[in-house]
């Protein structure tokens, strides 16, 4: 059973400070999902990772995928109040079987 | 117009009356989803369908029902409610073509409170 795992749960960041959300997943799968979700809305897909060493970039938000290690993380530069939200990773469950496997998500919270 | 439409957006009802969550799509996506998200349990899959005649259970089926009338539409049921499946419900979509990530789409979700 894939089991995905993320941390922090909660994270509590000053303006201007960089940080690095992580997830960890338990078996082989070839894509990783980061999704963005502000507090009543819904998911907002924000990167794609679909093979070892991919990397992408988005304005202060950088993922990255190890799938050696199992292990993609989510960088933050230079934080913004905007940035503010819960952030899931989510994992395919392997071949075409495109089931998602969520992590539980980071509530990240960017204070002036 | 949103391309993932659910409706009602908020729904409350009483214990034990049968409750249906729709959800429609514009995107053209063969495959759909319902998820549901509980506080601090982030998303977990209830049912999917890669295609009208191609239905299955995910991790949490058990007191759900579903029904794939057409490719763009997607019913969730709850048969007789109970307290414990007070939740966030959401729809999502994707593209099962290989060309593409199969990158699910999410609809704005049903806040659904069972008294």
């Known amino acids: 059973e894939l089991k995905v795992e993320q941390n922090p749960l909660f994270l509590s960041m000053q303006e201007g400070k960089n940080y690095t959300i992580y997830c960890n997943y338990s078996?082989?799968?070839?894509?990783l999902y980061w999704y963005r979700q502000d507090p009543g809305k819904s998911l907002e897909s924000l990167f794609v990772?679909?093979?070892?060493?991919a990397v992408k970039q988005e304005g202060r938000l950088m993922a990255s995928l190890d799938t050696k290690a199992r292990l993609s993380t989510l960088h933050i530069t230079a934080a913004v109040h905007d940035l503010s939200a819960t952030y899931f990773c989510a994992v395919n469950s392997g071949g075409s079987n495109y089931k998602l496997t969520f992590g539980k998500g980071t509530l990240l919270t960017v204070n002036p | 117009d949103a391309d993932v439409t659910q409706t009602p957006r908020n729904r409350i009802t009483k214990t034990g009356k049968r409750i249906m969550l729709e959800c429609s799509q514009t995107?053209?996506?063969?495959?759909m989803y319902w998820y549901r998200q509980d506080p601090g349990l982030g998303l977990q899959l209830i049912y999917y369908s890669f295609d009208v005649k191609d239905i299955n259970k995910g991790e949490i089926s058990d007191g759900y029902s579903v029904s794939r009338q057409a490719q763009a539409k997607f019913s969730l049921s709850l048969e007789s409610a109970i307290p414990n499946q007070t939740a966030l419900y959401f729809c999502?979509?994707?593209?099962?073509?290989?060309?593409?990530?199969?990158?699910?789409?999410f609809g704005p979700g049903t806040r659904l409170t069972v008294l």
């Open positions: 990772l679909l093979s070892n060493g």
């Open positions: 999502a979509t994707s593209d099962g073509s290989s060309r593409f990530d199969n990158e699910q789409f």
């Open positions: 995107k053209g996506h063969d495959r």
């Open positions: 078996t082989t799968s070839d894509r």
